[in-house]
């Protein structure tokens, strides 16, 4: 699961006026750090590559290599890609007499001289000797997603239930960087997500204390029960991300049965679509609209640099779900276009929201970016005709009257500066993606009102919650930077409840000494100065909550 640090240490004198800050603030209450707080990292969706869209269960050792190998040669290594996934199909629920994994030693054989055939840990030395990531797949129920056989036969047992410390000790002791863990089973015996997932969670925890190795966790229960509401620090050990809706194909395998299967370009909106909750993504914790379908048959170019738009705008893991090494030149241009993907990959870990839309279908989406005044910009025609499309600063929560420069993310084209708005022609089903450079509008600081009573010290959470009320209301999504200090060597977390919607809960990484910063986004619907933002802690400590900033 997750790791944080510090982004960058501050130099001495401000570090110095930081902690400073921090001991006014402790001794009147009142007072809040007046210099801008340091931003904290917090981890970046995944990149990489998995094997369930092109190869579904028939994936084997010798096709792990080749893709490994194509990430390399065809440059995604260099461009970020790194996680390598084994899906469904590397264990067909063979149990050893002591409960350990039994795997077919001819699709997993010894890969080097000293190693044991039907090894997992053979496969995972092979991608780390590419200097690459390796992930691996279970279900959290006694059976997994083999029962339903895509390219048969059944399979019935292929779930951990009643193995979870033993198999992500196994994954962890194997190597494995990553863990998918689907839902068949869990929903054929109709088990809570929520305390299963926990359950695994805590293994997680259990197995990296033992091996010192880290497992990021991946959940699968395709949005079916709001992931999105208890996935974040699931049983108080983070989830990194969850999927938030179905298959965006079933798996198209050349020379297989259902080789003349599709992608499909309303599948691709429809995942899209199903994973926008901005309020659960920030410090770490992502969306999962599935793996991409980038490169399959049924797409067009077109529609293959909609799809990453989509996918970026989103803030979304990039999972390559195409065959890699049959990859056309145009699909790896759009696979690892930088600025596409430095959008993805921003450092302040949000979602891209839709800020306008016009004529039920067009559409205006921005994701804030880490640099002030910056914003990614998608311009959506989801409709039959080609349109103009318009974005206002106002929109974007950029200064209206001062100009801001364009620059076409596909083209790589500079096209000017513009006063007060831009405005492109998009073909029908198509997008432009923009990023925009303006102004930020100033933001707005409250300090803690903690029903009238100020806050005094680092850990008044212990007592009682740290509230914001009388918060100004905004007429779409706010970006909310939250100033705290954890002088903690471990992340340290908090419920964030907004005018009594469900809480998401919020990492907040080590600051050490120093006042740090993460941002949220949430919807301060209440008209008026109404709008109240709860943060409880979740376990002691909680962080010491200095001030929010609303944009
Ligand atoms: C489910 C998941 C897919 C894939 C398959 C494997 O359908 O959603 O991503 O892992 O199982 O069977």
Known sequence: MRRFQNRKALPGTLALLVALSGIIMCASGNLIAQSAPTEVAVPLPPMGWSSWNSFSNIVDSQIVMDQAKAMISSGMAKAGYQYVNIDEGWWIGDRDADGQFVVDPK????????????????????????????????????????????????????????????????????????????WCGGDKEKLDPAVQYAEIARAIASAEAATGHTLYFSICEWGNNSPWTWAPNVGGVAADIWRTSGDIVAPIVPHHKFSGRLASFPGVLSNFDQGVHPEAEHTGFYNDPDMMVIGMPGLTDAQNRVHMSLWVISGAPLLVGADLTTLSATTLATLINPEALAIDQDSLGLQGVKVASYDDGLEVWSKALAKPGERAVLLLNRTGDAASIKVNWSDLGLVDASPATVKDVWSHKDLGSFNSSYSANVPSLDAVMVIVRGSERELTTYTPTAAGKPQSGADVQRDRPVSFTRVASHAQMARIRVAYTNPDKATRFAALRVNGRTATRIAFPSTGSNVGAIWVESLLDRTGAENELIFATICDPGPGIASIAVQ
Request: aromatic share 16%; with cysteine; proline share 4%.
């Open 107 to 182: 699709a997993w054989p010894a890969l080097a001289t000293g190693e044991r055939a039907g090894d997992m840990a053979n496969i995972v030395r092979y991608i780390h000797g590419l200097g690459l990531k390796a992930g691996i797949y279970t279900d959290a129920g006694y059976a997994g997603c083999s029962m339903y056989p895509d390219l048969g036969p059944a399979y019935q047992h292929a779930g951990s239930e009643g193995h979870y410390e033993q198999d992500f000790l196994q994954f962890a002791k194997w190597g494995f960087d990553y863990v998918k863990v689907d």
